[in-house]
């Protein structure tokens, strides 16, 4: 089993629509839980991060956290083409490591 | 406030030999992080930095190694080259005292080995 697991994808929404994505984890120990947003050829930009139980809002974007089902999600709200990119989920496992999972391919089509 | 640089860009080497990468971080971060992303696969956790000292390794062979310099740069060797060594190669910055570890990455060194 993968220690941090989303589906590649691609995701294909509206524009305008909400977009979900997910990701699952293994390690129960885990405390930090990070978005980061990857378009073709750069590098990953940090989107959110959520360490506590429940619902976490900045903008269009809204993560979520259920530590008993070792589950993450990430809402999208108002989807824009512009978001169209590969969403990674990471988790940092203690001692400042970060495990990616590999990443969800999103399109928002105009 | 500029953002994680590194360099080189690109980088072409043939197969046994070494590359160096370098990577400096955001001014006041002290921890640096190296990643390897192959074509394909996610992010994958090389080394990490603090105040000079390696602090945690990844599931990589010893011919992966780095350093990080007083000015808290880093540098990551690769020795003895091997074609699956072809990737993009990520340097990431923070501060250590965070506990929630945001990590913020550089552009990447993209390696190819031929």
């Known amino acids: 089993q993968k220690e941090v697991e989303q589906n590649s994808g691609p995701l294909s929404v509206p524009e305008g629509a909400i977009a979900s994505l997910n990701c699952t984890y293994s390690?129960?120990?885990?405390?930090?839980f990070f978005w980061y947003r990857q378009y073709s050829g750069k590098s990953p930009e940090l989107i959110m991060f959520?360490?506590?139980?429940g619902d976490k809002e900045d903008g269009r974007f809204t993560a979520q956290l259920n530590k008993a089902s070792q589950y993450v999600s990430l809402l999208i709200r108002d989807s824009q083409p512009s978001d169209s990119a590969t969403y990674l989920c990471?988790?940092?496992?203690?001692?400042?490591?970060?495990?990616f999972g590999t990443g969800t391919r999103l399109l928002v089509s105009p | 406030e500029a953002g994680v640089t590194q360099s080189p860009t690109h980088l072409i080497k043939t197969r046994g030999q070494q590359a160096t990468l370098r990577c400096s971080p955001i001014?006041?971060?002290?921890?640096v992080y190296w990643y390897q992303q192959a074509l394909g696969l996610g992010l994958q956790f090389l080394l990490w930095?603090?105040?000079?000292?390696?602090?945690n390794r990844g599931n990589f062979p010893p011919r992966f190694s780095g350093r990080q310099f007083p000015n808290y740069s880093s540098e990551l060797n690769v020795n003895a080259l091997e074609l699956e060594d072809s990737a993009l190669y990520l340097c990431?910055?923070?501060?250590?005292?965070?506990?929630?570890?945001?990590?913020?990455f550089g552009p990447g060194t993209r390696l190819t080995v031929l």
């Open positions: 990471a988790v940092s496992t203690g001692f400042q490591k970060l495990v």
């Open positions: 001014s006041g971060h002290t921890s």
């Open positions: 990431a910055s923070s501060l250590y005292s965070q506990a929630d570890n945001e990590q913020f």
């Open positions: 959520i360490y506590s139980n």
């Open positions: 930095y603090d105040e000079g000292e390696e602090r």
């Open positions: 390690d129960r120990g885990s405390q930090s």
